[in-house]
């Protein structure tokens, strides 16, 4: 996977193609390579431990490697949507089709949760309607390629794109619901009286290489960052592959029991890990019998709403407007949760 | 003497910002009075949408991450 970072002598097409045959030859051979590495250490087949190794080594490399791949290619796609165009494709548009919009930007938006409040100040100020912003500020940390990336690795395409569409449709709605219910006035005054300011966004064409570079630039950043967080993440869910009984969690959380969705969020909210650091958990839970539309709420509550975040966005927003975001959002989330564990 | 502010919520990137800004002034003997900006008001005055920004006398020259540091090597 540090392929990638090498590639700089041989010129950015043919390093990226290199890196790219690297890339599939590796996650072809993920299951004869974690054979391998089990068959060099001195370990019995078919025991306890055994068992949670050969998880380990053919979840880690797999789990890299697309992560590696996604977040990759989303540094590429960020590069053409920085925050400026997005605000500029944003500002002035009704509400609905607009949270649609603001949302789907916030996917592929470059976004650092750090910046949250800058940005919301941004677009406000640049005439972006406040259900948008909303739409836009909620999809942006819930909907991301570490997520995205991860859920892939480990519980297929399948969830991961039910993921996509329902935090897509979380953003959409509770953003449209805050647009409707006029909150304008539950901004900080400061920021209702600063002046307008025009949507400028610049416009200069980005040569490619100089995109493929910024891929680069995101994987070693990104992955960078996460990685320590997945391997420890993979290894407490292959502990508890190999030792935790089956069904462990179904009457905590499964499926017939009604209150683990709210129970789920309310333990959510205030919790704040990245989506690395909390998928192999839900992967764990899943494996021990709690129900998906449970385990998919508590995650996507610790990823879009936290303490910390609602301490930044209380220098810009008064109590009520703070009160009837979390109270939206968490709504959507607890019917997300039902919803799945109803039809699933 | 160059006033260079360097805008951000205290994140670890807005760091290694300051960090890189000192060591290629310090590199080029650059003379320069650089300012940390955490104030929330003060960098939306500024409009910088996405933190770490950099402001140099008065101009902002940068936003939205880490700058690379030949871009750093521009500016001094």
């Keep these: 996977m540090r392929a990638r970072q090498r590639a700089g002598p041989l010129g950015p097409y043919a390093g990226l193609l290199c890196a790219l045959l690297l890339w599939l030859a590796a996650y072809r051979n993920l299951a004869s390579l974690s054979e391998a590495l089990l068959g060099l250490l001195p370990v019995t087949r078919g025991t306890h431990f055994a068992s949670a190794l050969q998880f380990f080594f053919y979840d880690t490399p797999k789990v890299l490697l697309l992560l590696t791949g996604v977040v990759f290619v989303m540094g590429m796609v960020n590069s053409y949507f920085t925050p400026e165009r997005t605000r500029s494709l944003l500002a002035g548009r009704r509400e609905g089709l607009a949270n649609v919009a603001a949302a789907s930007l916030g996917i592929v938006t470059p976004f650092c949760s750090c910046s949250a409040v800058p940005l919301f100040i941004g677009f406000v100020q640049a005439g972006v309607p406040l259900g948008v912003t909303f739409s836009f500020l909620i999809a942006a940390p819930m909907v991301n390629e570490v997520a995205l990336a991860l859920l892939l690795g480990l519980f297929g395409w399948r969830i991961a794109l039910l993921y996509l569409a329902l935090g897509l449709t979380v953003a959409i709605a509770a953003g449209w619901i805050i647009g409707r219910l006029r909150m304008e006035r539950y901004l900080e005054d400061w920021v209702r009286d600063m002046p307008r300011s025009a949507a400028a966004a610049d416009e200069s064409a980005v040569p490619l290489p100089e995109r493929i570079h910024a891929g680069v630039a995101a994987v070693r950043d990104i992955v960078g960052r996460v990685w320590p967080y997945v391997v420890a993440g993979i290894a407490i869910g292959a502990g508890i592959h190999g030792y935790v009984p089956e069904e462990f969690m179904a009457g905590l959380m499964g499926r017939d029991a009604w209150w683990s969705v709210p129970l789920a969020v309310l333990i959510g909210v205030p919790m704040y890990t990245n989506a690395a650091g909390i998928i192999p958990i839900v992967e764990a839970l899943l494996a021990k019998g709690a129900a998906l539309g449970t385990a998919l709420a508590f995650m996507m509550s610790v990823i879009a709403l936290s303490l910390p975040e609602v301490v930044i966005l209380r220098k810009v927003l008064k109590p009520r407007l703070i009160a009837t975001f979390i109270t939206v959002v968490a709504s959507g989330i607890l019917l997300v949760g039902y919803v799945f564990n109803a039809v699933l | ?76």
């Design chain 2, 1 to 76: 003497m160059k006033d260079v502010k360097v805008l951000g919520t205290g994140c670890s990137k807005c760091r290694s910002t300051i960090q890189l800004i000192e060591e290629v002034a310090r590199e080029r003997g650059a003379e320069i009075r650089l300012e940390k900006v955490q104030e929330i008001q003060e960098i939306a005055r500024h409009g910088v949408m996405s933190t770490p920004g950099v402001v140099i006398d008065g101009q902002v020259v940068h936003s939205g991450g880490v700058p690379s540091r030949a871009k750093v090597e521009g500016w001094f």
